[in-house]
């Protein structure tokens, strides 16, 4: 049985964290012995693991608790679990095209520059004109 400060270390994972995952469900209430500390075993150490390099991945923690919820009926279709890691990947893409579009943007400006005087910076002009770059729920008044 591992103590929380052994778990944590092993999955690299903060004790505060544990205790997080453990309040909102993802982890069962561990065990205690007799002194009232928290112990763990194999079982607790595979599932933060689990959860753990799921979060490094960048799922979501309802995804995760949707996860592990499938994977403790083993009886069920694999194409749920298909279902969250594409609709993860969704958002991947997502976020990927749209620091695309930043980088672009990032480096006309930057192309733009003269170097020149800060009073005639590209750069500054360009991150000055914010109304260019506000949606219509951004905008004051909409």
């Not at 763990?40 to 949707?66: M, N, T």
């Not at 194409?79 to 749209?98: G, N, P, S, W, Y």
């Not at 910076?121 to 729920?137: A, G, K, P, Q, T």
């Amino acid at each position: 049985m591992l103590a929380i400060g052994t778990l944590a270390k092993r999955t690299g994972t903060k004790v505060q964290t544990i205790r997080y995952y453990e309040q909102i469900g993802l982890m069962p209430e561990p065990g205690r012995s007799e002194g009232g500390q928290r112990r763990y075993g194999p079982l607790e150490l595979d599932r933060l693991a689990f959860i753990r390099h799921s979060r490094q991945l960048g799922f979501s923690l309802e995804s995760i608790r949707e996860l592990l919820d499938l994977s403790d009926s083993p009886e069920r279709s694999c194409a749920q679990v298909d279902a969250v890691a594409q609709k993860h990947l969704h958002e991947v893409e997502a976020r990927i095209a749209r620091l695309e579009a930043l980088r672009v943007e990032l480096k006309r400006m930057i192309g733009e520059c003269r170097a020149d005087r800060v009073a005639n910076c590209r750069i500054l002009e360009v991150l000055r004109d914010h109304e260019e770059c506000l949606s219509d729920h951004d905008r004051p008044g909409s």
